[in-house]
């Protein structure tokens, strides 16, 4: 995490409220090492915390007011916009844009019984928006830090990813696991979260490919995806369908790829079996890396791309595309991350990755794409008051 970020957010305050903020609170993005979509389903991820993500620099305001100003949004850098709310007037639906997070976090601390009074913020981010690396739970996650923090209120983290989940859920309207907002909460620098989200269990497993002479790198196919307009729903919907086809609650339920021959729908039987041998894949994983043998997950890593995008149906031209010139050129393991539908992709390299990396540009190049971006991925800590 750079200490520019935290410098830039106070600076932004300073210029937008002409004060100084109390404090500055950063939350990480997230990469996911594996066990996509398997979180709505009671299953297993393990991700890991970035070193960038949103920083929000923050103070107090008149009661009942919240006002905010993003440097990334329209109007925002050089500019004077601020967005003010007032917290008595919150309810899912009466706030739209990037400032919906932020208020949905008022509103579900609020909910949860933690009345946060009014607040200044000035937020600023350094991950790039839409690649699938949960700039939104980063931003949530700083937010209910801080005003929680400011406010006094000593919340148990697991309790505050749950409070922020629900307010991407029911008040900005997207239907997303848990799993971004624990990645943010609750990681720790050198390891990564295997999270049982059926029991909250949460654990950190070893994650220091450097150790093996390896490195995890993020390819930014360049292309977006917004959860709100994806397929991302749909495929909710289908697992819940299918779950309710086979008699069990949740697809967790499931205790393996032998029970689908009792799905008579081919698209659901497919759905259902990413589900069931993805968790088995994160399983393994963590398996793995607690043996300290990171080389190893390679393959689970090019397994679940395959059954992302032949079974889930969810990814998309420039991930396959990268995957497969990645994998081509060396890489030991890669394969789409997050919702679908356009993001990132996320690969296990060599230590010295260029030959992959310029596999990958090359392979873009032919296709006339725009020029992939490459982030290093060192697993990172969670959210924190940075200044
Ligand atoms: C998005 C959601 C998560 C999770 C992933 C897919 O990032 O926010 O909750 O469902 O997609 O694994």
Do not use: K
Request: proline share 6%.
């Amino acid at each position: 995490m750079s200490s520019r970020g935290a410098d830039q957010a106070a600076q932004w305050f300073a210029e937008q409220y002409d004060d100084a903020p109390e404090g500055v609170w950063h939350a990480p993005g997230r990469a996911n090492l594996i066990g996509e979509h398997t979180d709505y389903n009671d299953g297993f991820v393990l991700p890991f915390a970035l070193d960038r993500g949103t920083f929000a620099a923050a103070g107090p305001h008149e009661d009942g007011v919240l006002e905010l100003t993003s440097r990334q949004e329209p109007g925002g850098a050089g500019g004077t916009r601020t967005v003010t709310i007032a917290l008595d007037s919150l309810a899912p639906g009466s706030v739209r844009g990037w400032a919906a997070y932020p208020a949905g976090v008022v509103w579900s601390l609020r909910q949860a019984g933690y009345p946060v009074p009014g607040a200044r913020m000035a937020v600023e981010s350094d991950l790039p928006q839409g690649a699938g690396l949960s700039s939104s739970a980063a931003l949530e996650c700083a937010v209910a830090l801080a005003l929680t923090q400011l406010a006094g209120f000593d919340v148990v983290r697991q309790e505050l990813a749950a409070i922020a989940r629900r307010a991407e859920n029911d008040f900005v309207g997207v239907p997303t696991g848990i799993m971004d907002q624990s990645a943010a909460l609750l990681c720790q620098s050198g390891h990564a979260l295997l999270l049982d989200c059926r029991s909250g269990e949460a654990d950190s497993v070893p994650l220091d490919p450097a150790l093996s002479g390896l490195a995890l790198a993020i390819i930014d196919t360049r292309a977006r995806h917004a959860l709100t307009e994806s397929g991302y729903g749909a495929r909710h919907i289908e697992c819940e369908e299918a779950a309710r086809a086979l008699g069990v609650r949740t697809l967790r339920e499931v205790p393996g790829t032998d029970s689908l021959a009792a799905l008579a729908d081919p698209v659901l039987r497919r759905r259902a079996r990413h589900v069931i041998t993805e968790n088995q894949r994160v399983l393994e994983a963590a398996a793995l890396l607690r043996r300290g043998r990171v080389a190893g997950i390679g393959p689970l890593l090019n397994q679940s791309h395959a059954s992302l995008r032949d079974d889930f149906e969810i990814s998309w031209p420039e991930a396959d595309v990268a995957v497969d010139a990645a994998t081509a050129a060396g890489a030991l393991g890669a394969r789409m991350m997050g919702g679908g539908f356009g993001g990132s992709v996320i690969a296990l390299l060599p230590e010295d990755g260029r030959a992959v990396r310029e596999a990958v540009c090359a392979a873009y190049r032919d296709r006339d794409w725009p020029e992939p971006g490459f982030l290093d991925a060192p697993p990172s800590s969670s959210a924190r008051r940075v200044l």
